[in-house]
């Protein structure tokens, strides 16, 4: 079963920031958060990642609680083509530098114009 | 975008024949995986590989094999295909030091 919880779907006007939320509330202290999307069916494409920091990058910014326990993706100026399934994961860790990613059903984003 | 392709891109076929899905990379990235992904839902890992020769069984392993005798190539097949492997299967590579996956365009399979 997957070890994230997310919103089945959300609407955001274009130009304005998205904010994704996400559930995570039995994650370890080694397991990482990552965010992918898939637009209409391509391969899923990475986003962003993190471990307790915040974090932010050319595409989103990742916000961590303090617990751990949540995080929330922001798309700080949704295009049209930011409308896409985003999928939030937590690794669970394997052995050497070896992971799996645990998939859930993820959150459809429809940015509206 | 990560060299990594997928072949066929759509195939159908009928219950009980073997079908093998191709995923080649150009990037010598040491792990591959395959996934199935069903409508409205994520992506379930069936195999993945770290290495020639090494590979492991994710969490939706029945009824599938997979091979990688060279670096660059890893193989899904089905044995016997039933309908309900009709889905669409990616592959995704990651490099030793890499965090994230590259996932190739996706195999639409229908097993009629």
């Known amino acids: 079963d997957a070890k994230t919880t997310q919103p089945t779907s959300m609407d955001c006007a274009e130009g304005r920031a998205a904010n994704l939320p996400c559930n995570h509330s039995t994650i370890s202290g080694n397991e990482y958060v990552y965010w992918y999307r898939q637009i209409h069916s391509q391969g899923p494409q990475y986003i962003i990642h993190?471990?307790?920091?915040?974090e932010t990058n050319e595409m989103a910014s990742l916000i961590i609680t303090e617990d751990r326990k949540s995080s929330t993706l922001i798309l700080p100026h949704a295009t049209l083509r930011d409308t896409a399934v985003y999928y939030c994961i937590v690794r669970v860790a394997g052995e050497d530098s070896n992971y799996q990613l645990i998939w859930g059903a993820g959150t459809k984003l429809i940015i509206k114009p | 975008d990560a060299g990594i392709t997928q072949s066929p891109r759509h195939k159908v076929t009928e219950t009980g024949t073997p079908v093998t899905l191709r995923c080649h990379q150009t990037e010598n990235h040491r792990y591959m995986y395959w996934y199935r992904q069903d409508p409205g839902h994520g992506l379930r890992l069936i195999h993945y590989?770290?290495?020639?020769?090494?590979?492991d069984k994710g969490e939706v392993s029945d009824g599938y094999s997979v091979s990688r005798s060279k670096t660059e190539d890893f193989l899904l097949t089905l044995e016997s295909a039933t309908s309900s492997q009709t889905s669409v299967y990616f592959c995704?590579?990651?490099?030793?030091?890499?965090?994230?996956?590259?996932f190739g365009p996706g195999t639409r399979l229908t097993v009629l």
């Open positions: 995704a590579i990651r490099g030793d030091s890499e965090m994230r996956q590259f």
């Open positions: 993190g471990l307790k920091n915040n």
């Open positions: 590989s770290y290495g020639v020769k090494d590979t």
